[in-house]
């Protein structure tokens, strides 16, 4: 399945091995993938360029990833944030909706 798309997608995750699948994935069916290791050096990343897509980890040292989401709010409500992680609970899937997420994605998840 190709999907030609001008769409770029930011993959902000503390796994390269994550973060490397998924740019297997999405480049394989057209999107452009940018890719951060920490939450501040994703939201740099948007500084500079227009995602209109991020995947997000929550859980990463330094920022996690609901205060990313907060800052990725503050800078562009227009980008669909979709928030994956190892320890999925309700109550952080419910926290990351009413911070604007997209979507909750559990690790590990099938492309």
Known sequence: MEIKSDAII???DDEQDIRDASERILTRIGFQVLKASRGD???AVLEKEKASIVLLDLRMPGMDGLEVLKHIREMDQAIQVIVITGYATIETAIEAMKLGA???ISKPFEP
């Open 41 to 43: 050096e994703g939201l």
């Open 102 to 104: 997209y979507d909750f």
């Open 10 to 12: 930011l993959v902000v």
